[in-house]
């Protein structure tokens, strides 16, 4: 079998087993299950065929045109090259990793069949975003995994949060799909087609007439899908959906489409040096605004979040130093420890009964419980706040490698106003990232209070996905130089100086909150508990001093509706203050951080308040200025036909006297006429 064969194939696989798992969800429940799993695991069996076979070498190119359209023909082609065959490598791995996760964590959801096809057509969406070389095939890829993730955020649809935080996802990126639907239509203009290699020969001859405007109009559905500033806001919302969704969005799909695509039309960005500066300064303000909210937020999703705004941060300020090769680099490390800390938050949350830090922090004894998350969630967090040898390590020195190499004026691609940006954020995140990696693991792993609860060991489909996950996240970084061909030739190795300033930060980071924690855990002992507002919340409970740990989730705005769904109980847990060393290193900062810069409050004055003043004008408009002339209209016929009514009395001798009083009338009128004519 062909390598173009078998990559339609990848793609393929998950939709049939996506078409499958709908038809059969609910008259044959059994195969629910194998037609989410198979379909997705043959899929990411057959990607690493596919990128065994590429090698790295010579993109492989295949098209044939789908339909007449005039004179840009739309194609279904494919084009494998490097990057390509590795991010479809990882999409599948990540997609089979979550279907076998979710067998179990959501084993008692009646609404598992749905949810599995959702995530299958998910995985095939992004499969064809990757593969495709036409940008019109790349856009269905690119909406259909919108609809999805519409569905998949609101699972839960029968709670205010899931239903709320669908719809802001799909309105925000939307936002971003119209210009940048505006900006594929004026590329394949300029360029003459929608083929990506046609286009990419275009920009390389100098062909394109407004490369700034298209660039920038693209840049917009870039933001919106990949949560960049000022479109980021969706991303900590979706945490409302269930956690295997969220490490499928953060690491694999939706997200990491709109780097793949920039990554992919580098050229494109390139032939604009006002555009790549504003994609440096949008991932410097990414980078930075998502680790400071990353530090405040209390739910351990939403840290996760933000921490991937913050990561894709980074990838795009590589593209915009002009090396995509770092970007993928680091796509593709991200994509394997941030699906291993979702889904290890994810057995944090069943096993503890509730996502909040503050909660987690008052509980003795979770890390025992839990054993095998707590060490590779150590894995994933150590990559995460780039330590060495850990994966993350070596794909962020890439992209600060490029980065300096750019501020030192040495790119021609990039300016160095660009590269100085890219750097100073990008030195500056490593050292919060590694602050609120290292408060995420002391307030989950080494609290103090009541003994967590024990509900026995996980199951192997969660915790076995997770080791899984854990080698790559370690060993990956060990891989960029034998794997350098499938990066344009690139070995991606670090730089003593880059390594100095990120290791350097990130140490700071660390033991700054670790000092910090150690502070707050002793003013925390010292502090009195405050009594408990509602008495007893369960059997046995005390009176004082000890409230289920919901009601801690709901005051810091934690609670998600997922807890309720996949967790048992809700432990009690003391209301002695929560040592959390955010506070200290935010300080005033802090309440700010926690809502996300107030910018959804910004938004709301800006435009959805004017908006829906503008459909209240307008829905008055319609009733009672458009129908009162349509109402009108119909009221003087309704009135004639009210007094003809009057005269249909059904009574012959009245039509007769009426009749004749007629015919009397006629016959007087006819007579004075005849009389004033003879007399003229």
């Known amino acids: 079998m062909s390598t173009p064969t078998l990559a339609v194939l990848v793609p393929l696989l998950p939709f049939l087993g996506a078409l499958a798992g709908l038809l059969l969800g609910r008259t044959a429940p059994g195969f629910v299950k194998p037609l989410a799993v198979l379909p997705t695991l043959a899929a990411a069996v057959l990607a690493v065929l596919v990128a065994l076979r590429q090698g790295g070498g010579k993109a492989i190119d295949t098209a044939t045109e789908l339909t007449p359209t005039g004179s840009l023909p739309i194609e279904l082609s494919l084009h494998l090259d490097g990057f390509a065959v590795m991010v479809a ?53 690119w909406e259909i995994m919108g609809i999805c993730s519409y569905f998949l955020v609101g699972h839960y649809w029968e709670t ?69 500033f000022p479109l ?107 699906a291993l800390l979702f889904l290890g938050a994810g057995v944090i949350i069943h096993a503890a009964g509730t996502n909040s830090l503050a909660a987690m922090s008052r509980m003795d004894g979770l890390a025992k419980r839990i054993p095998d998350a707590f060490w590779t969630m150590t894995i994933a967090l150590l990559a995460l706040a780039a330590f060495p040898p850990f994966a993350g390590f070596f794909s962020k020195e890439a992209v600060l490698v490029a980065a300096e190499h750019t501020a030192g004026g040495h790119s021609e691609l990039a300016p160095s106003a660009a590269g100085w940006v890219v750097l100073v954020a990008g030195v500056l995140t490593a050292l919060l990232t590694a602050a609120y990696a290292t408060r995420l693991w002391l307030m989950a792993f080494r609290g103090r209070g009541a003994a967590a609860p024990d509900h026995g060991k996980e199951p192997v489909a969660m915790t076995g996905v997770l080791w899984l996950l854990a080698v790559p996240s370690v060993g990956f970084g060990l891989l960029a130089g034998p794997l350098s061909d499938f990066f344009d030739g690139r070995e991606l190795t670090p730089s003593l100086t880059t390594s100095v300033l990120g290791t350097g930060a990130a140490a700071v980071g660390a033991v700054l909150t670790y000092a910090l924690w150690q502070r707050a855990q002793a003013q925390a002992a010292l502090a009195p508990a405050a ?30 509706p997922e807890v309720a769904e996949v967790t048992h109980d809700h432990p009690v847990v003391s209301t ?15 309440r700010h951080a926690a809502v996300g810069f107030h910018l959804d409050a910004v938004y709301d004055r800006l435009f959805v308040r004017p908006v829906r003043a503008a459909a209240a004008l307008v829905r008055f408009l319609d009733r009672e200025v458009v129908d009162s002339y349509v109402r009108g209209a119909g009221l003087g016929p309704r009135l004639l036909g009210t007094l003809v009514r009057r005269a249909q009395t059904g009574n012959v001798q009245s039509y007769l006297s009426a009749l004749l009083a007629g015919a009397v009338v006629l016959a007087i009128a006819t007579a004075v006429l005849a009389n004033v004519n003879a007399g003229s």
């Open 89 to 141: 490598v990882l999409v599948g791995l990540v997609a089979t990793c979550v279907q076998i996760y979710s067998t179990a964590y959501l084993r008692e959801d009646p609404r598992y069949p749905s949810y599995a096809a959702l995530v299958s057509l998910f995985t095939s969406a992004m499969l064809l975003v990757v593969y495709s070389g036409d940008l019109m095939v790349l856009l269905v890829g």
């Open 531 to 560: 009594p408990a507002g509602a008495g007893p919340a369960t059997a046995g409970a005390p009176a004082t001093g000890a409230v289920p740990a919901s009601v801690v989730a709901a005051e810091s705005a934690a609670e998600s």
């Open 160 to 228: 205010e949060a899931a239903r709320s935080a669908s719809l802001k996802a799909f309105l925000v990126t939307k936002l971003g799909d119209v210009p940048f639907l505006i900006g594929l239509f004026a590329l394949a203009t300029d360029a003459g087609s929608f083929r990506i290699t046609k286009i990419l020969g275009t920009v390389s001859a100098g062909g394109l007439d407004h490369p700034t405007l298209i660039a920038l109009l693209l840049l917009a559905g870039v933001a919106g899908k990949s949560a960049q």
């Open 232 to 338: 980021h806001t969706w991303l900590p919302d979706a945490m409302a959906g269930p956690t295997p969704v969220s490490a499928l969005i953060h690491a694999a799909t939706m997200v990491a489409a709109g780097v793949y695509f920039v990554a992919r039309l580098l050229p494109v960005f390139a032939a604009s040096r006002a555009a790549l500066v504003v994609l440096a300064v949008m991932a410097a303000v990414t980078m930075v605004g998502s680790a400071l909210a990353a530090l405040a937020q209390d739910d351990i999703k939403r840290v996760l979040a933000y921490s991937t705004i913050g990561q894709l941060g980074y990838m795009t300020g590589a593209l915009a130093v002009g090396d995509r090769a770092a970007a993928v680099f680091h796509l593709l490390s991200h994509g394997a420890f941030k």
């Open 576 to 590: 002695a203050p929560a040592a959390d060393p955010g506070r200290a290193l935010l300080g005033p900062l802090h």
